[in-house]
């Protein structure tokens, strides 16, 4: 079954290079971030956890952990940690998955429960394990998203949403295309008039339903 927003994500046994232990205790109190990727020392891959490493700083202001997602093993996974440190020039301290039953890749929907791994298989046997998942500190998946092998992920705009996820959590409040922080954002319609002017003071009402006020502090 897949796995929608809202849903609850599984507690899944994790198997790490920095260890064992359950999805919940990972995410703890904390946003965290799962990316995934099919197979190990492959490029584009290469790339992504590189950017994700030089965000170290990003993801810790915002109380964010990460943790990477490969069907490859952990002494693998260790190994290739040294080609991304020195593409990318910063350590990976996040844990990377051993997803090698394909276990996790399964529970959250990246593959068919038939899926398996053949003998000399190549990242597209698992092509589809190219996920971004963030999930609340309530255990809860926000948002996802899915790319094909061939496009880079732009940890850039992982970054921005995860700002725009943060900053409407539990408030009424939505954000427009193309929002960054500190920009106006959109007065969530479970609000009249009256209501918005109360909770936020000055409301600029553009249409009816699209209503636009100063980012909450």
């Not at 999805?23 to 190990?40: A, E, M, Q, R, V």
Request: with cysteine; net charge negative.
């Amino acid at each position: 079954m897949a796995l929608r927003i809202n849903d609850t994500v599984p507690n899944l046994d994790l198997v790490t290079d920095q260890g064992e232990f359950k999805l919940h205790d990972f995410i703890g109190d904390s946003w965290t971030i799962l990316f995934s990727h099919p197979k190990d020392f492959t490029p584009v891959c290469t790339t992504e956890f590189g950017a994700v490493a030089q965000l170290a700083d990003e993801w810790a202001k915002r109380n964010t952990k990460v943790i990477g997602l490969s069907v490859d093993g952990v002494d693998e996974h260790k190994e290739w940690k040294c080609d991304i440190e020195s593409f990318a020039n910063a350590k990976a301290n996040f844990p990377i998955i051993a997803d090698e039953s394909l276990e996790v890749s399964k529970a959250l929907d990246m593959l068919p429960a038939e899926a398996y791994l053949p003998d000399g298989r190549t990242a597209a046997d698992s092509a589809s394990v190219r996920v971004v998942f963030i999930f609340s500190p309530d255990k809860k998946l926000q948002l996802s998203m899915t790319y094909p092998m061939s496009v880079g992920r732009n940890f850039a705009e992982v970054l921005r949403a995860l700002d725009a996820l943060q900053a409407s959590y539990g408030v009424p409040i939505a954000m427009p295309a193309n929002w960054v922080p500190g920009e106006d954002v959109i007065v969530a319609l479970s609000l009249n008039d009256e209501e918005a002017k109360e909770r936020f003071g000055d409301v600029d009402i553009k249409l009816p339903y699209l209503r636009t006020t100063k980012q909450p502090s």
